[in-house]
């Protein structure tokens, strides 16, 4: 699991029927260096699975490949990236 910020909603004009009910967000995960600075994220962007409802600007618990579609057993969705948790917020040990 990795923690992303959300970066806007993705937009479908036609999908896979699972999808009907979805809310796709465009996320990208951050490395610790980002966190711990509170800068943006540099990475590569991705497209996660939101039930949650997170905002613009939030940060999130993903969850990727084969674990990503574990909530949605038995059914087969065909999701790679999910919105686990909403972070309200992170900590860091103080470095003496």
């Given at each position: 699991m990795r923690i992303a910020k959300i970066l806007g909603t993705v937009v479908l004009g036609?999908?896979?029927p699972s999808y009907a009910n979805?809310?796709?967000r465009l996320a990208v995960p951050m490395t610790l260096a980002?966190?711990?600075a509170n800068?943006?994220?540099a990475g590569e962007s991705l497209v996660l699975w939101d039930e949650l409802?997170?905002?613009n600007g939030s940060l999130v618990a993903l969850s990727e490949s084969s674990?990503?579609?574990q909530p949605f057993r038995?059914?087969?969705i065909p999701v790679d990236a999910y919105n686990a948790a909403i972070l309200d917020?992170?900590?860091f040990p103080s470095h003496s």
């Amino acid at each position: 699991m990795r923690i992303a910020k959300i970066l806007g909603t993705v937009v479908l004009g036609r999908s896979h029927p699972s999808y009907a009910n979805a809310r796709l967000r465009l996320a990208v995960p951050m490395t610790l260096a980002e966190l711990e600075a509170n800068e943006q994220p540099a990475g590569e962007s991705l497209v996660l699975w939101d039930e949650l409802g997170a905002g613009n600007g939030s940060l999130v618990a993903l969850s990727e490949s084969s674990e990503a579609a574990q909530p949605f057993r038995p059914d087969i969705i065909p999701v790679d990236a999910y919105n686990a948790a909403i972070l309200d917020s992170i900590s860091f040990p103080s470095h003496s």
